[in-house]
């Protein structure tokens, strides 16, 4: 049995849903779908969720549009950030907000399921959005180094329980970092900008090398140059895939070695992308 993982930066639900992303979960219906930069109050993430849910019924991933759970953290600063997640799978157990983090800015980026495979396994999926940061706003990287300080501590923490023989991890979302010279298409342009910068690069090392989990995309992809996961709206970038792969799945390798395939969604034109990143899907079979 397989479980399908997708990854999105929305740039903003209501204008996803304005440009029409319910044609897009008309051909998808992950079991599970982390959402980033969702951008909206609870208010109107509700109504569409619901319309999401309904979607999901009509093409058979659930039976009612109810039995689809819903989360999301809004963040409490309007207009930033902010995270869901849907899921067809049962959940076991939620967790809202990055432990040791309580300010406005650090809110609405972090929700931990607990999702239960049809085999019985429980799984812990992360929905993470790590602060952009900007090389000339020293309070920006400074918010943005103090997340992935505390990123450390529960990855090390979800490491320990999975190789215990607890629950697996998977932790998806947009990271605001290129990793290697592979995951972005002018790496030598981009030394000195937030996303490449040395500092942050050498966390994502961190996690794959100290902390054990598996870039789980590029380990399927190989050392190829891309596929990249966002484009900047400014000049053609889209339509020459200038782009930067932001958007990852970090697996504890329990979970990482069972991954079977993986897709990112790009968009056949400019006009008809919903958003500036595309959808990342990882198929596991657990």
């Not at 929305?10 to 969702?38: F, L, S, Y």
């Not at 799984?123 to 997340?147: L, P």
Request: charged share 25%; net charge negative; glycine share 8%.
């Amino acid at each position: 049995m397989t479980i399908t993982i997708t990854t999105s930066n929305m740039n903003g639900i209501r204008a996803a849903r304005r440009k029409n992303v319910g044609k897009w979960v008309d051909g998808h219906t992950p079991d599970v779908w982390c959402m980033q930069e969702v951008r909206a109050p609870q208010t109107e993430i509700d109504p569409i969720f619901n319309d999401f849910a309904r979607r999901y019924a009509e093409h058979g991933a659930v039976t009612d549009p109810a039995d689809l759970h819903r989360m999301n953290e809004v963040c409490r600063v309007k207009g930033r950030a902010g995270v869901g997640m849907l899921t067809t799978l049962p959940v076991a157990a939620t967790r809202y907000g990055l432990p040791g983090l309580d300010e406005d800015v650090d809110s609405g980026r972090w929700i931990e399921a607990d999702v239960v495979t049809p085999e019985g396994y429980t799984i812990t999926v992360v929905c993470v959005y790590v602060h952009a940061g900007s090389a000339e706003d020293e309070t920006k990287m400074a918010q943005k180094y103090r997340f992935l300080d505390h990123m450390l501590v529960r990855l090390g923490e979800l490491r320990d329980e999975a190789a215990r023989g607890g629950r697996q991890a998977v932790l998806c979302g947009d990271f605001n970092i290129a990793h290697t010279p592979l995951d972005i298409k002018n790496a030598k342009g981009n030394v000195k900008h937030a996303g490449f910068l040395p500092e942050e690069r050498a966390y994502v090392d961190r996690w794959l090398d100290e902390y054990e989990f598996v870039d789980v995309m590029r380990d399927l992809a190989g050392d190829i140059q891309g596929p990249y996961t966002w484009w900047s709206q400014r000049g053609r970038a889209f339509d020459n895939n200038v782009g930067w792969r932001l958007d990852y799945q970090f697996a504890t390798p329990e979970l990482a070695e069972t991954a079977c395939g993986f897709m990112i969604d790009k968009a056949p034109t400019y006009e008809t992308r919903w958003s500036d990143h595309a959808p990342l899907s990882i198929t596991y079979n657990v």
